[in-house]
């Protein structure tokens, strides 16, 4: 049985303060892997303190040394890609597939804010005034568990390109994958105290974190309950905050959509990372005249939705994280049946001969009325609903009617017609007839799916605070 006893502090693994001892599972096997010492307060508070201190030095950093930096980085990263690949297999149970997607984006966002330092300026002119982007000065990053490596590099990654300093809380749950990927990190060299990692629990570390005085922004990726939380207590000291939140992410079917690329494209959407993603299509709108033939389809290509070890290639949906979020999942399968929905693949309990883990039946059903639970609050698992509309300008409504705008797609061989639905819904992303990786471009939600970007330059600027100097000019 793996242990993690240390935190990183100040360019070196330390004792934690903390002291309390939280249980590691492999989620395929719901047998216990590895225990982890969690950091509390008093460790939070030592690591905004190095990070306080590293931040006056390394602000005066070149554009060439950051980058230099992130280079490094990205190499000692992408030099245990087998290792970190096989800890994430182990800790948290995704296929091997979406392991390694992981590990490779993770590796790559230190490279791509390297490339991008390559043009941006800091320094722009605005009519007679200079205009200095400068950083903020000490950064949270609170990630959670269903993509810690990529959580955690693509936001230092704007920490160091931005010239700031980082304190990470990653989720308690990952803390096996988080020590890996730490030892990584301090081979690249990097000056002591700019970036600090204390693995601990949001009422503990990410509240101390949050509510201190010497943190100028937080950087959230979770649930939106707690990222309403975290705003308004950041507003007591005004950080600046990026919050990347929950979906009930719209699949518009439209009429002319070629089905036979559609639906297995929706069941993809709806099952990303074992559908514990909230950029997961999970509501997939058809016309009403075809939703017979949705369900055909549908049936047929669920079959190909493998659920199994996810250490095995062919497998395409592992198990979900935990027993609690193995109950939650149930309890809105039971929630759909009780509210009337079709059931038409899939239900209750777990995948014949896969009982030993927290496995899920990958469920769709069809039917659904937009008031019904499963078509209104986030699942995060594979559960899709398939709802009916009866013209495009009711598609659009329905798709818009939630709370959240974090992603949306659209399928329709009229790419034209694509595109005008496309530009009418409520999302900070719309993907039309596929699912894309865009690292380069913005990426963050409308409404209760969070406030501000990330990834490019619109997520570097998150991380920067103009200044205006007038005057400077000599008459």
């Not at 001892?21 to 303190?49: C, S």
């Not at 619109?458 to 000019?473: F, R, V």
Request: with cysteine; aromatic share 6%.
């Amino acid at each position: 049985m793996k242990t993690v006893n240390q935190v990183y502090i100040n360019g070196r693994f330390v004792t934690p303060h903390g002291e309390e001892l939280f249980d590691l599972y492999n989620p395929a096997t719901k047998t216990v892997i590895g225990r982890v010492r969690l950091a509390d307060e008093v460790d939070a508070q030592t690591a905004i303190a190095a990070a306080k201190a590293a931040y006056p030095e390394f602000r005066q950093t070149t554009k060439a040394e950051r980058m230099d930096y992130l280079q490094r980085l990205h190499d000692a990263v992408a030099a245990k890609t087998a290792e970190l690949v096989d800890r994430m297999v182990e800790e948290y149970g995704a296929p091997r597939s979406m392991s390694s997607g992981t590990v490779a984006r993770a590796a790559e966002a230190f490279r791509l804010a390297k490339v991008l330092l390559e043009t941006f300026e800091f320094e722009k002119q605005a009519g007679a005034a200079r205009v200095v982007l400068e950083p903020l000065g000490v950064v949270g990053l609170i990630t959670p568990w269903n993509a810690n490596y990529s959580f955690i590099c693509s936001k230092l990654a704007m920490v160091i390109a931005s010239g700031s300093t980082a304190v990470i809380k990653p989720s308690e749950m990952s803390a096996l994958q988080t020590q890996l990927l730490t030892e990584c990190l301090h081979e690249a060299g990097l000056p002591s105290g700019v970036f600090n990692i204390v693995t601990g629990r949001g009422d503990t570390v990410g509240t101390e974190i949050v509510r201190h005085q010497d943190i100028a922004k937080i950087s959230f990726t979770g649930s939106t309950r707690v990222g309403k939380r975290i705003a308004r207590e950041a507003v007591e000291t005004m950080k600046r905050v990026t919050l990347e939140l929950g979906g009930k992410s719209p699949n518009v079917i439209l009429e002319d959509a070629d089905l036979e690329k559609a639906i297995p494209l929706a069941l993809s959407a709806v099952s990303i990372n074992s559908g514990q993603a909230c950029i997961a299509g999970s509501r997939l709108l058809v016309p009403e005249r075809l939703l017979d033939e949705v369900i055909r389809l549908i049936k047929r290509h669920s079959a190909d939705l493998t659920v199994g070890d996810p250490r095995q290639k062919s497998t395409r949906i592992g198990p979900l994280v935990s027993q609690i979020q193995y109950d939650r999942v149930q309890g809105y399968i039971r929630s759909g049946i009780a509210q009337g929905a079709e059931l038409i693949v899939g239900g209750e309990g777990h995948p014949e001969g896969l009982e030993q883990g927290y496995f899920v039946r990958p469920t769709v059903f069809a039917r659904v009325t937009p008031e019904m639970t499963i078509a209104r609050e986030e699942i995060f698992g594979p559960v899709l609903s398939v709802l009916t509309y009866k013209s495009e300008t009711q598609a659009i409504e329905m798709a818009n009617d939630t709370v959240y705008g974090l992603q949306a797609y659209v399928s329709g061989t009229d790419l034209q017609r694509a595109r005008r639905v496309a530009e009418q819904l409520v999302a900070g992303r719309v993907f039309i007839n596929g699912l894309y990786d865009l690292p380069q471009a913005p990426f963050g939600g409308f409404k209760q799916s969070g406030i501000g970007r990330e990834f490019g330059t619109y997520g570097l600027e998150e991380y920067l605070e103009p200044k205006t100097i007038a005057g400077h000019e000599s008459s």
